[in-house]
């Protein structure tokens, strides 16, 4: 394995809502043909050096985070980019990390599709 991916939520205390984000992790997984990925969290199990630890141990070389976020807020800006820069160096990988989901061109087509959902 030289590459990996991991799906990096907010976290919840409501279980469901984590299942919720790794349900769209396995389906995306599915959809993109990834074989090695793995769904983390900011605040909740599993944190995202749990996930970066498994996949470094299984021989990734190159993880690439997707922030399962909205928008850039503060999370995104902050505290990211720390534990990305000190998970990249314990564990000798390189890390990157995309957009979040803001700016994403089909995005208000899911504003769309649920506007469409309610009136229904």
Known sequence: MDSAIIVFGHGSSVESANEAVRAVAADAAKSGGWE??????????????????????????????LPYFLTLGIHLQRDL?????????????????????????????ILVDRAREAVR
Do not use: M
């Not at 000190?86 to 208000?108: K, Q, W, Y």
């Open 81 to 109: 980019p720390k534990l990305v820069e000190s998970l990249a160096r314990e564990h000798g990988v390189s890390i990157r990390v995309a957009p979040p989901l803001d700016g994403h061109s089909e995005l208000h087509r």
């Open 36 to 65: 090695n990925y793995e769904t983390a969290f900011l605040e909740a199990e599993p944190r995202l050096n749990q996930a970066v630890s498994k996949l470094a141990g299984a021989g990734a070389t190159s993880i690439i985070v």
